[in-house]
């Protein structure tokens, strides 16, 4: 296996981190990192903004879950959507666009978050653990205010950096699906109640999680992630940020 598929294997999110900063060149190897990233059209729709004030990390800690770590990383970084710039550039050069749409929302949205994963895969290379928060999506009138979002600027991801302690390296990785579950050929196709139930088996029984219940394991999953008060939160906000996308193209 090589250096990079090595990297990939080996990343997990870290979330507890030394006191040891992270040099600034190292700092400048992650972002540069993501600028790499293939982006549409070479717009790089997207900006990335370093946290690096106390009392706004401490803040960010407060209204994304009340995640502590996140104010004690020594780096994060959080990547926007952002059709804001090229809007503003387009206006300023006299091409009377159109109002930004959806579709260039998710555009930017994918953009923002390939660079986001450029980011931690370089971070890995260099010794340096990473976290996604995707509470970062939540509470979008205090964010928008915290961070100055104008109109056409959403937050795709805020990702937390630091070197990992011996028990956060140690932390065995989660297991992922076999590939039968996820990869598909030219189509999709439901898989039944029956194929469902035999996917999660088999990782429960890689993850040596016996005995398995089926049935007590996802409703438990669903009212944890899917039906908390978190996630309706963030659709809450995500509906919010895409009213103002919400415009007919001219």
């Not at 540069?32 to 903004?49: R, V």
């Not at 970084?77 to 550039?89: G, S, V």
Request: a neutral charge; one cysteine or more; charged letters at 20%.
């Amino acid at each position: 296996m090589n250096s990079i598929l090595q990297c990939l294997w080996d990343r997990k999110s870290t979330r507890v981190f030394l006191e040891k900063p992270i040099p600034q060149e190292v700092q400048e190897a992650i972002i540069q990192a993501a600028m790499q990233a293939p982006t549409a059209g070479n717009q790089m729709l997207y900006t990335i903004l370093r946290i690096t004030a106390p009392s706004l990390k401490e803040q960010l800690a407060e209204t994304c879950d009340h995640q502590p770590f996140i104010a004690k990383a020594p780096l994060v970084l959080l990547f926007l959507a952002d059709f804001q710039r090229w809007y503003d550039a387009f206006v300023f050069a006299g091409c009377h666009p159109r109002l930004p749409t959806e579709g260039d929302l998710m555009l930017a949205m994918a953009d923002a978050c390939i660079a986001a994963q450029n980011s931690v895969v370089a971070a890995e290379s260099l010794g340096v653990g990473s976290c996604y928060i995707g509470d970062i999506l939540e509470n979008v009138e205090e964010h928008r205010c915290l961070l100055d979002l104008p109109d056409y600027v959403m937050p795709a991801a805020m990702v937390v950096y630091g070197y990992p302690t011996e028990q956060q390296k140690q932390r065995k990785k989660p297991q992922r699906f076999s590939s039968a579950y996820i990869v598909q050929e030219n189509c999709y196709r439901k898989f039944s109640a029956q194929e469902h139930e035999h996917w999660f088996r088999e990782q429960a029984e890689r993850e040596n999680r016996l005995p398995f219940d089926y049935t007590s394991y996802m409703n438990a999953f669903c009212k944890r992630k899917y039906l908390s008060s978190f996630s309706r939160e963030m659709s809450r906000s995500v509906a919010i940020y895409l009213e103002k996308f919400r415009n007919i193209p001219t």
